[in-house]
C-alpha cells in the first residue's frame, strides 16, 4: 500500500506565496518522477510541474518563473512553491508519483494524492 498525503492549501491573496508539500508513504523502493497537477472548476486536470529523481524539472507556461518544485529524495516527499499566485491558479492541486514497490517489481505505478484546495482571491 502506498499513500500521497499532500498539505499546504488554503486560502491567499493575489501576489502571495504558498507552499505545498506532498509525502509518500507505504511499501516503497524507489520513486522516479514526482509532480503536481490541478484542477480547477469546469476545466481538467492539468499538468503545472514535475520533477524527476535528478531533479531535472519541467513546468506549465502559466506558472513558469512564478512556481519552484523541489523534492526531498530521502523523506520522499515534493514541494511546490508558489509565488505571485494569480486567481487562475485557484484549484484543488494533485500529488503525482511513479513508484516502484518492490526490489522485485520492476514497474513504476502511477500514484495520486487525494487533492488540496488552493483558493486564489483578488
Known amino acids: 500500500q502506498v499513500q500521497l498525503v499532500e498539505s499546504g492549501g488554503g486560502l491567499v491573496q493575489a501576489g502571495g506565496s504558498l507552499r505545498l508539500s506532498c509525502a509518500a508513504s507505504?511499501?516503497?523502493?524507489?520513486?522516479?518522477?514526482m509532480g503536481w497537477y490541478r484542477q480547477a472548476p469546469g476545466k481538467q486536470r492539468e499538468l503545472v510541474a514535475r520533477?524527476?529523481?535528478?531533479?531535472?524539472?519541467i513546468y506549465a507556461d502559466s506558472v513558469t518563473g512564478r512556481f519552484t518544485i523541489s523534492r526531498d529524495n530521502a523523506k520522499n516527499t515534493v514541494f511546490l512553491q508558489m509565488n505571485n499566485v494569480k486567481p487562475e491558479d485557484t484549484g484543488v492541486y494533485y500529488c503525482n508519483a511513479g513508484i516502484r514497490t518492490s526490489m522485485i517489481m520492476y514497474t513504476y505505478l502511477e500514484h495520486w494524492g487525494q487533492g488540496t484546495l488552493v483558493t486564489v482571491s483578488s
Open positions: 520533477i524527476g529523481s535528478g531533479g531535472s524539472a
Open positions: 507505504g511499501s516503497i523502493f524507489s520513486i522516479n518522477a
